[in-house]
Every structure is written in structure tokens, then in C-alpha cells.
T-cell receptor
Framework: NAGVTQTPKFQVLKTGQSMTLQCAQD?????MSWYRQDPGMGLRLIHY???????DQGEVPNGYNVSRSTTEDFPLRLLSAAPSQTSVYFC???????????????FGAGSRLTVL | AQSVTQPDIHITVSEGASLELRCNYS??????LFWYVQSPGQGLQLLLK??????LVQGIKGFEAEFKRSQSSFNLRKPSVHWSDAAEYFC???????????FGAGTRLTVKP
């Protein structure tokens, strides 16, 4: 059971380049999300999805696109990278409903992105 | 939307000493509350959670947290800290009825030998 797998672990981009951060989970979780982690700011929610074909914006969605064509995968796309997007990105997933009423997130190991 | 404040950016304690990390939340209804721990270069691991019922919850690695509705707080405690507890700790709040989770800025714990 791999849990939540993120690729790549490290990436360096130049301003204006595009790229996709991959996230896959094998736990049949309906809910998947992307966070960015910046020093002193904790984790901020970028986008999330509660199932295939359904996505929604979080706190800081600008500059990022997502899609959810399958339950397993939730890629995060940067269409035109900017230095402000230098960060560590975490994908997380959970069941939408649990017997306890709310989600317990399982996190990937993170992807460190540097935009020059 | 809900929000979380962790007032302490960095805390240093001696090994064997007690620990309390503070967390205050803002949410108009009963929140779901979580503490996660992040070791350097790693993802986040759940320490404990509060959904309802007993306001004192036990977690892994000997941690506990107490939900105090009157103070909008969910402080994390450990009676005796071990060197391996050095990490960053995040408090998070979830909203009833949706999946939106908000995290605090984190508290970095250093453990002195």
C-alpha cells in the first residue's frame, strides 16, 4: 500500500515555464487536495476535489489548475511559473465521510519547487 | 471560513521537560480539530484529532490535547519530551459538513539534551 505518491520530489523551473506536479493515491479516497507550505505561513489550501470530475478552489488558487479524471490521480498544473510559486507542495487525500464525521488527511512526502 | 493561530513560532525545551504547544481557532460552529507533526523533509503525520465527546484526547507518541470551547483552544501537551520529538507541529481545523481544512503557521520544537 503506497499511500499518497508525489512526483517529482524536486524541480527547478524558469519563470514562464509550465509543469505538472503529479499526485496519486491507492486508498480509494474520494477527497484529494493540494497545499503549499511556505515558511511562517503553514499550509495553505490551493485546490481540492471531492470526487472524479469535481474540483474547487481553496485559499490560494491563482496560478494553478487542477483536474480530476480518475479517483486515483489529482495533478496540479502551473501554466506559467512565477518566483512567488517557489514553495513545497503537498498532496493529501482522505475519505469524504468517516464514521467520526470528518476527514483525516494522508499526506504525500512533498514536492519542492524552485522558480528562478 | 475557519482559521487557526499558533502563537509560538519556535519553542525550545530540555529533554524530559513537559511541553505545551498552543493553538487557537476561529469557527462559528463546533470544529473538528487536529494536530499534525512534520519531521524535517517529511510529510505530515496525524498526532491526534478531536471530533466530539471527551474534550481530552490522546494521540500517538504520548501526546494529548484538550479542547476548550470557552477559550477556542486546542493545546497540545506531553509530560516528558524526548529528543525524537524535535519537529514542526501544526494545528488544523476542519469545518463540519465540508472538507476544507485550515492549518496554523506551525510551531517548531527544538529539544535540548
Amino acid at each position: 500500500n503506497a499511500g499518497v505518491t508525489q512526483t517529482p520530489k524536486f524541480q527547478v523551473l524558469k519563470t514562464g515555464q509550465s509543469m505538472t506536479l503529479q499526485c496519486a493515491q491507492d486508498m480509494n479516497h474520494e477527497y484529494m487536495s493540494w497545499y503549499r507550505q511556505d515558511p511562517g505561513m503553514g499550509l495553505r489550501l490551493i485546490h481540492y476535489s471531492v470526487g472524479a470530475g469535481i474540483t474547487d478552489q481553496g485559499e490560494v488558487p491563482n496560478g494553478y489548475n487542477v483536474s480530476r479524471s480518475t479517483t486515483e490521480d489529482f495533478p496540479l498544473r502551473l501554466l506559467s511559473a512565477a518566483p512567488s510559486q517557489t514553495s513545497v507542495y503537498f498532496c493529501a487525500s482522505s475519505y469524504v465521510r468517516t464514521s467520526s464525521g470528518a476527514n483525516v488527511l494522508t499526506f504525500g512526502a512533498g514536492s519542492r519547487l524552485t522558480v528562478l | 471560513a475557519q482559521s487557526v493561530t499558533q502563537p509560538d513560532i519556535h519553542i525550545t525545551v530540555s529533554e524530559g521537560a513537559s511541553l505545551e504547544l498552543r493553538c487557537n481557532y476561529s469557527y462559528g460552529a463546533t470544529p473538528y480539530l487536529f494536530w499534525y507533526v512534520q519531521s524535517p523533509g517529511q510529510g505530515l503525520q496525524l498526532l491526534l484529532k478531536y471530533f466530539s465527546g471527551d474534550t481530552l484526547v490522546q494521540g500517538i507518541k504520548g501526546f494529548e490535547a484538550e479542547f476548550k470551547r470557552s477559550q477556542s483552544s486546542f493545546n497540545l501537551r506531553k509530560p516528558s519530551v524526548h529528543w525524537s520529538d524535535a519537529a514542526e507541529y501544526f494545528c488544523a481545523v476542519g469545518a463540519v459538513g465540508n472538507n476544507d481544512m485550515r492549518f496554523g503557521a506551525g510551531t517548531r520544537l527544538t529539544v535540548k539534551p
